[in-house]
């Protein structure tokens, strides 16, 4: 199970953190991600973790925002700086495989104001 908490709404420049609390599975064994799906458009990649320390961020977000884990309290955060409109979306976590929508959270609504 992935319970994602802390969006909101946040004005243009501002700053968000997010955690995804999991239970179920074996953590620190699972690669980790974020994804977002912006109004009317198809769901898109954030960041994602993979269990060897690699991180991947979307080409969007790279320089602001900063994906983490904490494998002793199985939680994922996201922290999201220099926020800008268009970081509008629902943002989902998910883990491997990332392909199956069962592995992922029911999401968060994340706005952002100008």
């Known amino acids: 199970q992935l319970q994602e908490s802390g969006g909101g709404s946040v004005q243009a420049g501002g700053s968000l953190g997010l955690s995804c609390a999991t239970s179920?599975?074996?953590?620190?064994?699972?690669?980790m991600g974020w994804y977002r799906q912006p109004p009317g458009k198809e769901r898109e990649l954030v960041s994602i973790r993979h269990t060897n320390g690699t991180i991947i961020y979307g080409d969007d977000v790279k320089g602001r925002f900063t994906i983490s884990r904490d494998n002793t309290k199985n939680t994922l955060y996201l922290q999201m700086n220099s926020l800008k409109t268009e970081d509008t979306a629902v943002y989902y976590c998910?883990?491997?495989?990332?392909?199956?929508?069962?592995?992922r959270g029911q999401g968060t609504q994340v706005t952002v104001s100008s």
């Open positions: 998910a883990r491997t495989p990332y392909t199956d929508p069962s592995n």
């Open positions: 179920g599975f074996i953590f620190n064994a699972c690669g």
